[in-house]
């Protein structure tokens, strides 16, 4: 007796494993046990391998290591005895599986087991190979396979099915030798080879093209008999399951139906009356019967067109619905969802049920059928089904809150009827749920309110309302904000007044307070407040008595941490303080938002920085009525052949912006004639007082404000938003910028690296040559001396040139030494540019050039792109 195998048996092993208090204490058991067996294994123990094998197993199924142990098996399967074949058969389906090359050395033993007298062994056999089956030992035994599917045991003819199932999987090319031996199972009478027959065929008709066609137009009629008698068999206890005859094989020759009545009509046709009779004899108040019906229904909804059936197979859905069991309300909404597609008129038919599923207690139940509902909204039913979604929104929970505003706020926005319902869904939504709702969806009913110009004051006053109930969701607050900044005078005046609402009365002090509120909220972010500062400066030029009260809530923010508000504050107050003769124009109601642009680019279908819509012109300095389109559209490298907007069609970009008259004095009074022109106004704005000389004009620098207001903003915030390079004539005063701030003085002359001119641009009638020079100790900045040749035979008047680049480089341009080009090359015009490269060594310089004049009176407009510029620069 050997003394390492013989100490313990199995079950003393495994008591002596859960006696374990400690992880520990068990890998010491589990260590002494295998080096036992290992022993046992070097001293080729043959009276106790199963019994080691055994506890091999058990230690496998631990987590541990066991592959010391794999020969042990096949040792096992060679024996003769069927005890030691059933060990060794166990471990090897355990302890290998079909990667491992060990397996290979079985093969020979399985084969000699599929052809033994013993059908015990035989059924051993077959099930390993139907677990551990590589694609080389399929190949090798699938002859042996199909024979046994005639075998005379109804045992072993199903366990050849099982396994004939793993080798089409694993060869698929061996499906053809199965067709014939697997269409005769399905004559069995007995129900165990039978559902094993009718699973082998729908694995082959999912592998084979020739199977399908084969089993489709031979055993359809077979099948829909077997079902029958199935469905109508009387009681046997043998197969009887809660009242069923065995709803395992119905659900098996339903799948099978399904495969063979998909996409063909006549199959579809010979099953129809079957389908229909399961489906209404089934009794649904078992478990059993529902799965019965659940797989009927799938089937009906996969097989050809018959819209008979289908309503009744949602009509069973529609009853799974109201179930008290989770899992079938749940695959019920699954198989819904498929359902409407193909009919949507009948599932509407539950839509009531469906709404009470989205109120269910269970979360995934709640989403799957918002889903559903999402699905089932048209033109006709959005009103009522929107109106329950609202109702249940304030009652819902807060992990729910988020799905459920998204999708309210998507049907709202995709099947709203008229404006003003539009409005106040939206104003429900963002009354309960504002803090839910994504950047977007306000963003859109700002747009939607500013196109409704009959409805400005219904929604500002609609808007009072909501705030005064519910100013702790963001997304309301800044909707209100924006709208009384733009409607706070409507507000006061109740203009509008629609026969649906009941007047109020609102002061002029009781609409700075909403401001005040949303401003001085803790829980308001940067956003907020800055859009309350654009509202403020908005209501201080509407509400004049109330003026000096909203400079004193903008003053408190004089000193805010947060630059974009201490920036807006100083800017703001000093309008205020300083500029009263233009706030009014200033602050002008903002424009009509484009409607069709935002749903474009809210749809993706519009870039959304290059579909800014293109500025009609500017007023220069130097009296020239410039076409100008935005600076996005002057990088765009691919509009060169857009034409140039008309210098006389639109308005002009700074009298839009500001509302103020730019005219040149020479177009006011006549040549030679000065008066307080449109830049005294700007320069006035600016509180740098008037320039020098009364005919000269200056250079204005907008700062560029990074602001995280994604909002829609007024015509200030387009102004702070806005970088315009664009600098002309001799004497132009010095350029100055919003916070009162003189800019960095012309270059200088300087004895930096030199570098080779290059010709920037090139046409019949302009040449552009750029000189460079660069300071000692600054690489990163580079001096550009422009200089412009005139090819043609006439002089060029009114000549300005603007020039953009890329974010990662600066640009300031001089003024121009003059604005009228002589012929013929008989002078030339220079311009001083200085370029700063912050990715200096990494990327080369790149700029987009624009070059305007007048030939005779007339308009001309050039553009081109310089890349040549040199690598080191």
């Known amino acids: 007796m050997n003394p390492f195998s013989s100490g313990t048996r199995l079950r003393d092993m495994i008591r002596a494993i859960r006696a374990c208090k400690t992880a520990a204490e068990e890998r010491a058991v589990v260590r002494k046990e295998c080096a036992a067996i290992r022993a046992a294994i070097n001293e080729n123990d043959q009276d106790y391998r199963h019994r080691n094998l055994a506890k091999l197993m058990f230690i496998h199924m631990l987590g541990y290591p066991t592959h010391f142990g794999q020969m042990e098996c096949l040792k096992l399967i060679a024996s003769p005895g069927f005890p ?152 046997s206890p043998e197969y009887d399951i809660a009242g069923i005859t065995d709803p395992f ?19 579809s046709d010979s099953m129809n009356d079957i389908l229909a009779q399961v489906a209404t004899k089934t009794e649904s108040n078992k478990v059993a019967g529902n799965a019965i019906l659940y797989e009927c229904v799938q089937t009906i909804m996969s097989i050809e067109d018959n819209g008979g059936l289908r309503v009744l197979a949602i009509n069973i859905l529609g009853r799974f619905l109201s179930n008290r069991d989770n899992n079938i309300r749940y695959v019920a909404l699954n198989m819904l969802m498929k359902a409407v597609s193909a009919d949507a008129q009948a599932v509407q038919r539950h839509r009531a049920t469906i709404l009470e599923c989205v109120k269910d207690s269970d979360a995934s139940i709640r ?92 929604t500002v006053r609609a808007l009072y309302r909501a705030f005064q109930t519910s100013a702790e969701q963001e997304s309301l607050v800044r909707v209100t904000v924006w709208c009384i900044g733009e409607y706070g ?31 001085k909220r803790h829980a308001s972010d940067l956003t907020t407040k800055a859009m309350a500062l654009v509202a403020l400066l908005k209501l201080s030029s509407r509400f004049p008595s ?48 484009d409607e069709a642009t935002f749903i474009g680019r809210r749809a993706g279908s519009l870039p959304g920085a290059a579909s800014t819509a293109t500025i009609p012109s500017v007023s220069l300095p130097n009296g020239v009525a410039k076409p100008v389109a935005p600076l996005v559209d002057l990088l765009d490298l691919s509009s060169d052949d857009a034409p140039a907007p008309s210098s006389s069609g639109g308005g002009d970009l700074l009298q839009d912006l500001l509302g103020v008259d730019l005219t040149p004095a020479s177009q006011q009074s006549g040549a030679g004639q000065a008066s307080k022109s449109g830049n005294d106004v700007l320069l006035d704005l600016l509180s740098i007082g008037s320039p020098s000389v009364p005919s000269s004009s200056s250079a204005v620098d907008i700062l560029s404000s990074n602001s995280s207001n994604k909002a829609p903003v007024s015509p200030l915030d387009d102004l702070s938003s806005l970088s315009l390079s664009s600098k002309t004539t001799s004497n132009a005063a010095p350029m100055m910028d919003l916070l009162d701030g003189l800019a960095s003085s012309p270059p200088t002359e300087n004895n930096g690296p030199v570098y ?90 790149v700029m987009r050039i624009r070059i305007a004049y007048k030939i005779n009176g007339k308009d001309t407009l050039e553009e081109g792109q310089v890349n040549n510029f040199p690598r080191d620069l």
């Open 84 to 235: 030691e074949k059933r060990i060794g058969y166990l471990g090897l389906m355990l302890l290998l599986d079909e990667r491992q090359e060990v397996l290979m050395l079985v093969t020979n033993s399985l084969k000699q087991d599929l052809n033994h007298t013993n059908q015990y062994i035989v059924g051993l056999a077959l099930c390993a190979l139907g677990n551990i089956c590589s694609a080389e030992m399929a190949r090798d035994l699938a002859p042996e396979v199909e024979r046994l599917l005639q075998f005379r045991d109804p045992n072993i003819r199903k366990k050849a099915a099982l396994c004939s199932i793993r080798i089409i999987k694993k060869v698929p090319d061996l499906a053809e030798n199965f067709i014939n031996p697997a269409t005769a199972l399905l004559r069995e009478k007995h129900h165990g080879v039978l559902i094993t027959g009718v699973q082998l065929c729908t694995d082959l008709c999912k592998i084979s093209t020739e199977a399908l066609e084969h089993i489709r137009k031979k055993c359809t009629d077979g099948l829909v008999r077997t079902l029958k008698d199935l469905a109508n068999s009387p009681y």
């Open 546 to 593: 109330c003026s000096e009260r909203i400079r004193e809530i903008i003053v408190q923010f004089k000193g805010s941490f947060v630059l974009e508000l201490q920036q807006r504050a100083i800017e703001f107050n000093s309008i205020i303080a300083k500029h009263q003769n233009i706030r009014s124009t200033l602050v002008e109601r903002m424009p009509v938002l």
């Open 756 to 845: 080779p001119s290059i010709t920037a641009f090139e046409s019949s009638s302009l040449r552009l040559t750029f000189n460079f020079s660069k300071q000692p100790g600054n690489p990163q900045t580079a001096v550009i001396q422009a200089t412009f040749m005139n090819l043609s035979s006439n002089t060029y008047t009114d000549f300005v040139f603007q020039a953009a680049v890329p974010k990662f480089l600066q640009l300031h341009l001089d003024p121009a030494s003059s604005n009228t080009l002589p012929a013929a090359g008989n002078g030339s015009i220079t311009q001083n540019l200085k370029i700063t490269n912050s990715q200096h060594g990494k990327k080369s310089l």
């Open 249 to 267: 094989l119905h659900i098996r020759l339903l799948k099978l139906l399904r495969v063979l009545g998909e996409g063909d009509a006549d199959a």
């Open 489 to 519: 005078d409507m507000l006061v005046n109740n203009v509008g007044m629609l026969d649906i609402e009941d007047p109020i009365t609102v002061t002029e002090s009781d609409a700075v307070d909403i401001i005040e509120i949303a401003i």
């Open 367 to 458: 989403k799957r059928a918002l889903e559903l509902v999402y699905v089932l909204v048209n033109e006709t039913n959005v009103k009522p089904l929107a109106k329950e979604l609202i109702d249940y929104l304030e009652v819902s929970d807060l992990d729910f809150r988020g799905d459920l505003t998204a999708k309210i706020c998507s049907i709202v926005a995709k099947f709203s009827p008229e404006k003003i319902w539009y409005i106040d869904q939206m104003l429900k939504v963002l009354s309960e749920a504002g803090n839910f709702v994504k950047d977007e969806v306000w963003y859109a009913l700002i747009v939607v309110i500013s196109n409704a110009s009959e409805l400005h004051g219904y």
